[in-house]
């Protein structure tokens, strides 16, 4: 059979698609290798969300294109959020394309590369909600930390965002079928459980009428093997007083909530389709810190939405002074066709929101230096993930520090640990926002 090389894009709901992908066709007798230029046969599962992403997914194509009319791999299957929301086009724009398959057409991903092997130009668009969101997946991550999708899909309908048009509506997976996943990957040596959706605290609302994701982590807490779990993408709306308890009470769940707020200003917000305003959302974060002492924070914002002017900006700046964020990313707006923002009039130039979300950046950066003189002398656990030849030292992540995202925590050891190993860690210094320490014994 075929070897077959994957480029996943994206989010890490993307990439458990991918896996899933990649445990298809080894069912099915391909071999896989880590290379996409070095396979009979590359699949990009690309990502659609926002242009630049769009742009990143498009210029993988054309580079794997290039090498197919080399001669130097075969065959080109394209899927994921893109060939969901472009469809037709891909194959029409770049003609080295044998295959595309919308996300509905995942779990065939086998047929699609045998018909491109084959020479058969494919494409298939079932409904997106065929998606499965359930079965075996080959980890493509570090053996000791994996994604844990629980939902897929979003009801929220923000109006910048093309996420309901691609993925379709919010559907939970059932809980009995996470924790049985959970345990495959704590069997074959998962530490570190980072829990995913596009909404995560919306989870089971609609497979059981209410919000069960504290039920949920308090099962997941009970898995041997499982040492570390970390919930992303919280919605401000849902973030209750028992799932904060959830997370302060359980000694597994790290302290650490990833609160994706886009904004603060309550005009910008309302266009955003979302809820709040800068006091709101102030006395939320004191909340979340009250009940969660010593907890670290994560969000995203988003500068230069439609209508954003100079006052509105000030107040998104002020709050970042305010709010304290120990993580935290800004990005421009990004204008995406068939959104309800996209129409918007007050469009704002594109130099000044890419200014001012550099600017934002620049804020977070000096919060997080700060964040980091607060760590110097203090000893941390952390979860080693390899040992850095050039700098010669080993690294790995601290529980404030989700994977792909984060810093990461350098430091020397007399010995050398193991990956997926948890150590202590004297921190001693920081370096453009990475712990720097030393192993104790």
């Given amino acids: 059979m075929a070897t077959v090389g994957f480029v996943s894009l994206g989010c890490a709901k993307n990439r458990v698609d991918a896996e899933m992908m990649m445990y298809k066709l080894r069912e099915a007798g391909h071999r896989l290798i ?211 308890d959830t997370i302060r009470e359980e000694e597994k769940i790290v302290n650490y909530i990833d609160l994706p707020l886009q904004h603060c200003d309550g005009r910008i917000l309302g266009l955003m389709n979302r809820r709040g305003n800068k006091e709101r959302l102030l006395s939320l974060l004191s909340h979340i810190r009250e009940r969660i002492p010593g907890v670290v924070l994560r969000s995203t914002l988003i500068a230069g939405f439609p209508t954003e002017g100079d006052e509105e900006f000030e107040q998104l700046s002020d709050f970042v002074r305010q709010a304290g964020f120990e993580r935290l990313g800004c990005f421009a707006y990004s204008q995406e066709e068939n959104t309800p923002a996209a129409l918007m009039d007050g469009q704002v130039d594109e130099e000044l929101k890419e200014h001012r979300a550099a600017l934002i950046n620049e804020q977070a950066a000096i919060r997080m230096n700060a964040f980091c003189e607060e760590m110097i002398g203090q000893v941390v656990e952390v979860l080693v993930d390899g040992f850095d030849r050039y700098a010669e030292c080993c690294y790995g992540r601290s529980r404030f520090d989700a994977p792909e995202v984060d810093p990461c925590v350098f430091f020397t050891a007399e010995r050398r640990p193991r990956p997926g190993e948890i150590v202590r860690v004297k921190i001693t210094d920081h370096i453009d926002c990475d712990l720097t320490g030393e192993m104790l014994c």
């Avoid at 242009?51 to 065959?75: D, M």
């Avoid at 997976?173 to 998962?190: D, F, P, Q």
Wanted: some cysteine; proline content about 3%.
């Fill in 34 to 244: 880590e290379d996409a230029a070095m396979a009979d046969v590359a699949v990009i599962n690309t990502c659609g969300f926002i242009e630049s992403a769009k742009q990143e997914s498009i210029n993988e194509i054309l580079e794997l294109a290039q090498l197919k009319k080399e001669g130097r791999i075969k065959a080109i299957v394209v899927t994921g959020c893109l060939a969901e929301r472009y469809r037709e086009e891909i194959r029409r724009e770049i003609g080295e394309v044998d295959a595309v398959i919308g996300i509905g057409k995942n779990a065939d991903i086998a047929e699609a590369v045998d018909a491109a092997l084959a020479g058969r130009p494919y494409e298939a668009f079932p409904d997106k909600l065929s998606l499965p969101l359930d079965g075996g997946r080959v980890q493509s991550t570090e053996q000791h930390w994996a994604y844990l999708r629980i939902a897929d899909g979003c009801d929220n309908c923000c109006t910048y965002c093309a996420i309901p048009l691609i993925r379709g509506r919010f559907r939970s997976r059932r809980m009995e079928n996470i924790i049985e996943e959970a345990e495959r990957l704590a069997h074959n040596g998962v530490k570190e459980l980072n829990v995913i959706a596009q909404d995560t605290t919306r989870y089971g609302e609609d497979l059981y009428g209410e919000l069960k994701l504290p039920q949920l982590l308090r099962r997941l807490c009970r898995i041997d093997g499982i040492r570390w779990i970390r919930v992303l993408y919280c919605y401000p709306d849902r973030l209750t007083d028992e799932l904060l």
